[in-house]
């Protein structure tokens, strides 16, 4: 974060600064020592100003004693690496279809390459943030799945769900003050030494679950959920596990992995879970710190 010299600044800009960071106290106040799952991908680690406004964020977070815990996945750089290494890629139903091959390069993107660069970006605010993998320590436990598309089922290769959490590595960095960044990648439990390609959105949303977390937030790259795409004015800002539940068939391949996250989360016992625009700076704060918040809010 830029240290501003308020002696620098215009009165009435400074006074306007004062203000904003009082009307952020109940937030503040509302988070503090409380745990908060933040799925970071898609478009919003693609430009370089993003990810840095994303880890004054989370640097923020930390500092004013939220507890925040980050889950990435990686798309964009995932398929420009196999684009490069001459690697088929395909998506069915929403899920990246994952050969052999494949899955030593989602690894190798994930946990070798924005894993470290990300905890780069959020150590440059101080010594805060520590990278981990869904494969250390078990943190997770991966199963293979398929996906049904128009009523045919068709295999994805290496992709799973996560279907056991061991949130123990997680709460261990956090008690040492640390922020804890994952990337979703899980050991496949019915074969040993073999790694799965895991729905970030999904891992974010067990890994909330196991934390009792007192929310997950979802970045992508719209503004929120519509009720009528691509109707501009149908966003919807709030709803209930009910209503997103009845609405979630009827909603696009891409988005139904992040509703169904937030829905997860809810049914898990997560009080509110929210999907934002990673597009926009600063959207984490302005998500946890202001009344309106941004983008659509779960609540049970």
């Not at 922020?179 to 040993?192: G, K, R």
């Not at 519509?226 to 209503?243: C, G, I, K, M, Q």
Request: hydrophobic share 45%; net charge negative.
């Amino acid at each position: 974060m830029t240290h501003v010299d308020l002696q620098d600044t215009d009165p009435a800009e400074a006074s306007e600064r004062a203000v904003t960071l009082v009307e952020s106290l109940p937030w503040v106040r509302k988070y503090r020592d409380q745990v908060v799952v933040v799925k970071y991908g898609g478009n919003a680690m693609v430009s370089d100003e993003l990810q840095d406004a994303f880890a004054a964020d989370i640097a923020y977070l930390r500092y004013v004693g939220v507890k925040p815990v980050v889950v990435h996945g990686g798309g964009p750089q995932i398929s420009s690496m196999l684009d490069r290494l001459d690697i088929p890629s395909e998506f069915r139903g929403g899920y990246r279809v994952t050969s052999t091959e494949a899955i030593s390069v989602v690894r190798m993107v994930l946990t070798g390459q924005i894993n470290p660069q990300l905890v780069a970006k959020v150590n440059a605010h101080g010594p805060l943030a520590t990278g981990l993998s869904g494969e250390d320590a078990g943190l997770f436990g991966g199963r293979r799945r398929g996906v049904v598309v128009d009523g045919v089922e068709h295999d994805l290769g290496r992709v799973g769900d996560v279907v056991t959490v061991d949130p123990q590595p997680v709460l261990d960095h956090l008690a040492a003050g640390r922020v804890p960044i994952v990337s979703s990648i899980a050991p496949d439990l019915d074969n040993p030494g073999t790694s799965l390609n895991v729905n970030a959105d999904a891992a974010a949303a067990a890994l909330a679950t196991a934390l009792n977390a007192k929310k997950l937030v979802v970045l992508t790259d719209v503004p929120g959920l519509y009720a009528d795409w691509p109707n501009r004015d149908s966003l919807v800002s709030h709803l209930t596990s009910t209503e997103l539940r009845a609405m979630l068939p009827t909603l696009e391949s891409g988005m139904i992995p992040k509703m169904q996250a937030c829905l997860d989360a809810v049914d898990g016992g997560v009080p509110t879970a929210a999907i934002i625009d990673g597009r926009v700076p600063h959207s984490v704060l302005v998500e946890l710190f202001t009344s309106k918040g941004i983008g659509t809010e779960v609540v049970a």
